[in-house]
């Protein structure tokens, strides 16, 4: 059985830093693309970060892209997102998910992925 647990969330003030981690039990996530998404309150769940299968291709979001890093960790079983500059559009309760097909690139799509963590909450306060 697949489980993925999200953790590392927390409540931190505008420019601080958070590292988000993903760990999970019943699959290698050394050999799937993981994205990590999130959602705010009110508002629909986006795609954040992907890595792929191999973890020579990531990609990120305009929103988080330049301040927020995925990378994996296979000693570990563990995908990390490091998030840096934190603002307060960035609060919302991050998600990871993995697809185990073969061979896939990382996705924004919340369709090419197969199992998801419940989350964890990252509040950004002002």
């Known amino acids: 059985q697949v489980q993925l647990v999200e953790s590392g969330g927390g409540l931190v003030h505008t420019g601080d830093s958070l590292s988000l981690s993903c760990t999970a039990s019943g699959v290698f996530l050394d050999e799937y693309a993981i994205g990590w998404f999130r959602q705010a309150p009110g508002k629909e769940r986006e795609a954040v970060a992907a890595?792929?299968?191999?973890?020579?291709?990531?990609e990120y979001s305009d929103s988080v892209r330049g301040r927020f890093t995925i990378s994996r960790d296979a000693a570990e079983n563990t995908i990390h997102l490091q998030m840096n500059v934190l603002k307060p559009e960035d609060t919302a309760v991050y998600y990871c998910a993995v697809n185990i097909m073969a061979y896939a690139q990382g996705s924004p799509n919340e369709g090419a992925y197969d199992y998801w963590g419940q989350g964890t909450q990252v509040t950004v306060s002002s």
């Open positions: 890595i792929g299968w191999s973890g020579r291709t990531t």
